[in-house]
């Protein structure tokens, strides 16, 4: 429930003292004065204000009556409403005659700006809120039908289809400007920010987007994308719960194998991710021996380019040898020389399939 505090109080005292030439008093709904043109009354009880609270109405009080009161100055007290609701006293001290007009006029700009940060609060609460439901439903206790239906009336839209992209983000701008930047231009998405520089967006599935324009918009606005990972569609919250962990064996996938490559799609790098998520197993180890043999005496490099190239182009040695500029004579003699080297002949299927596994574990110099 939204109440005055300190900081509210002092506001509307220092605004109404810059026009008007009288004392002006805030008190809460207990009658306690939290801000005046006087500092020493500040956190002391005001009787008159508990007249105000007691009746709920104007209580004007001229010099005898204030002498009968304690803590109390001749002057106009008026009821502060929020919401139809009694939340303050404003006093402004002086002649009650002569500051009938201007009480009534301070009254309303009071409660003006009581309801302006009233709305202020409740947006920082919803937000928050939301922040922690999609953190609650992006982990392991989305499932909740309590959450659900509190995210369904907080019109998150819980069961709408979307893509997970999670971007990484350099200098500039937090993941938090960046969130909001995005929810501002593209309705009922989600973002979530695991850390300073990285943003999980959940965006609508229906919305058509072109990721290289996007992140050619960003940068404009200053946020530099060292990478994006970009998902499938998710159709219902465990769907999407799987794609982030997807982006993210995606993104750590290409920061540690693909450190030149800004935006990766998993329809592009599902199976590599995939491998990478387990590359300390004992099996896919395996994989990468014979690569390892080959780079020992590889040194320009020229036959791991070539792999990558026989790979590429699946195993057509004209297109290969084409993208290499090469004659298919030498290109018959690196392959020669890379089945000689790793012990693994990459012009038959099993061994080309070998070789390209162990290829997306290698990371390219």
Not at 8 to 34: F, K, T, Y
Not at 59 to 69: N, Q, R, S, T, W
Not at 101 to 113: H, K, P, S, V
Not at 247 to 255: I, Q, S
Request: aromatic share 4%.
């Amino acid at each position: 429930m939204f109440e005055l505090d300190h900081d509210l109080a002092q506001d509307i005292v220092s605004r109404a003292m810059a026009i008007l030439p009288c004392n002006v008093n805030v008190m809460d709904s207990q009658g306690l004065i939290l801000g005046s043109g006087e500092p020493e009354r500040i956190n002391t009880r005001h009787e008159g204000a508990q007249l105000v609270l007691a009746n709920g109405r104007i209580v004007e009080l001229d010099v005898e009556a204030a002498k009968c009161l304690k803590g109390v100055q001749p002057g106009v007290n008026l009821p502060l409403m929020l919401d139809g609701r009694l939340i303050g006293v404003l006093g402004l001290t002086g002649d009650p005659q002569q500051l009938r007009t201007a009480g009534e006029l301070l009254r309303m700009t009071a409660e003006m700006l009581l309801a302006q940060r009233h709305l202020q609060v409740e947006q920082q609460w919803r937000r928050q809120r939301c922040d922690d439901l999609l953190a609650l439903l992006l982990g392991g206790s989305g499932d909740s039908p309590r959450l659900i239906d509190e995210a369904q009336q907080l019109g998150l839209k819980p069961q709408l289809p979307r893509i997970p992209c999670l971007f990484e983000l350099e200098s500039g701008p937090c993941a938090q400007t960046l969130s909001a930047w995005l929810l501002s231009r593209y309705p009922d998405s989600w973002c979530v920010s695991p850390a300073r520089q990285s943003l999980l967006w959940c965006r609508p599935a229906g919305l058509a987007l072109d990721e290289s324009r996007l992140l050619e918009r960003l940068q404009r606005h200053g946020w530099q994308v060292e990478r994006m990972a970009l998902g499938s569609v998710a159709q219902g919250l465990e769907q999407l719960r799987r794609g982030y962990r997807r982006v993210r064996d995606l993104l750590a996938y290409g920061r540690d194998v693909l450190p030149g490559e800004r935006c990766l799609t998993l329809a592009r790098y599902r199976l590599p991710a995939m491998l990478w998520r387990h590359r300390s197993d004992e099996a896919l180890e395996e994989l990468l021996e014979p690569l390892q043999r080959i780079r020992a005496r590889d040194g320009s490099g020229q036959l791991l380019a070539t792999l990558r190239a026989w790979c590429a182009h699946d195993g057509q040695s004209q297109a290969c040898a084409d993208a290499l500029g090469i004659h298919r004579n030498s290109l018959r003699y690196r392959l020669e020389r890379i089945a000689e080297l790793g012990e693994v002949d990459p012009q038959r299927l099993e061994g080309m399939l070998s070789l390209y596994l162990g290829l997306q574990l290698l990371p390219v110099e």
